[in-house]
């Protein structure tokens, strides 16, 4: 008896990436593709309506980011396995996108069969990591080597003020500081997480339990 083909759908941004893959998956045995989404949005729309076994997703996304949208998906269809297909190499990133549901993380450039490796591991229920991505989280990160940045009473009060959304004009006003110089505890806060800009700022505070 033939073992049924897993209902495949693709999520990027790019077409020409989701036009890729489906040439690279046509011919798998087990796979039978669905579609190709270019939306968090569209993939949500299509698991409310339509069975899907396997979702290759990108976390780079015009609405919504790849590592929410593993844990709506989740909620939509808890039997759906999930396989993120990204060229992000952030150790934080990886491991949030698991900690939501997704079953393992490969990067973009991965070979041909890492990803049917992954798919094969993946939907009997385990957790796999193309080659790279496996050594990208077995190296600590610069913040777990370093443990958590000491925080000003001030720094704390406008941390948890840029992570609701706030702007340097509007803290400034509520604090009676200038913008100016919330910018400069801004700049001083990414350089204390040692993180590139304030998403990055607002993961790293998250993981450390500070926010």
């Known amino acids: 008896m033939k073992t049924p083909k897993l209902l495949t759908a693709i999520v990027d941004d790019h077409p020409i990436v989701i036009e890729g893959l489906k040439t690279l998956l046509q011919h ?6 669905v579609g190709g989404f270019c939306s968090g949005a569209d993939i949500l729309s299509y698991i409310r309506t339509n069975p899907v076994d396997l979702i290759l997703l990108d976390i780079t996304l015009p609405d919504i980011n790849g590592m929410e949208l593993c844990h709506m998906i989740k909620k939509e269809s808890v039997m759906a396995t999930i396989l993120i297909l990204s060229n992000h190499t952030e150790r934080s990133i990886i491991m949030q996108t698991i900690q939501n549901g997704a079953s393992g993380y490969l990067l973009k450039n991965s070979a041909v069969e890492e990803l049917r490796y992954c798919i094969a591991e993946a939907v009997k229920g385990n957790i796999c990591y193309s080659k790279a991505v496996m050594e990208i989280i077995s190296r600590p990160s610069k913040n777990e080597l370093q443990g958590a940045p000491r925080l000003t009473r001030r720094e704390k009060e406008i941390l948890s003020m840029i992570a ?6 509007v803290i400034g006003q509520e604090l009676f500081l200038s913008p100016l110089t919330i910018d400069t505890h801004r700049k001083n806060l990414i350089q204390k997480f040692g993180v590139k800009n304030v998403a990055e700022l607002i993961m790293a505070a998250t993981q450390q339990q500070i926010l």
């Open 28 to 33: 798998e045995e087990n796979i039978h593709l």
């Open 164 to 169: 609701t959304g706030k702007t340097s004009q």
